[in-house]
């Protein structure tokens, strides 16, 4: 089996109201999906956009994809890089999440240099550096570890 890595992005239409219990539901429900699916992954976010990497066989990977482009909580759903990859960066995390906040901040400015997500500065590199980054430093909820 090949592994295929999926990352892209998304526009945010989750809101403000009640967001955290809203992520937190939607990190166990993805967890619980992706773990079924055998897909890895981690999504970083902030008030108006999401930015994910999926990774597991192709099929899975592409049908989780599809799934969230229809989802109403995200428009605009654009992919950065679609394309085999030579090993899981995420293999422990069945989805691990990290917002964009006043604790992260430094972390995500060191990597895209600008106040807010900006889905046209992104790299592929720089999305994932920053994700292994914020998972080595704790800022990425793994409490969805693969079982």
Known sequence: MALTRLI???????????????MADLQGVAVDRNRKVQ??????????????ALEGEEAAVKSTFERIARD???????????????TRLFG???????????????????????????????????????MVELGRQGSMSNRSKAA
């Not at 995200?74 to 890089?81: F, G």
């Not at 400015?109 to 046209?120: A, D, E, F, L």
Request: aromatic share 12%.
């Open 8 to 22: 892209y992005f998304s526009e945010n239409k989750m809101g403000i109201v009640s967001r955290s219990k809203r």
């Open 39 to 52: 897909i890895t992954g981690a999504l970083v976010y902030d008030d108006l956009w999401f930015v994910q």
């Open 72 to 86: 109403k909580r995200h428009a605009n759903s654009k992919i950065i890089r679609f394309a085999n990859a030579p």
């Open 92 to 130: 422990e995390w069945a989805m691990g999440f990290a917002a964009r906040n006043p604790r992260t901040e430094s972390l995500f400015g060191q990597h895209w240099c600008n106040k807010g997500m900006n889905p046209s500065s992104m790299t592929e590199q720089g999305i994932l550096t920053l």
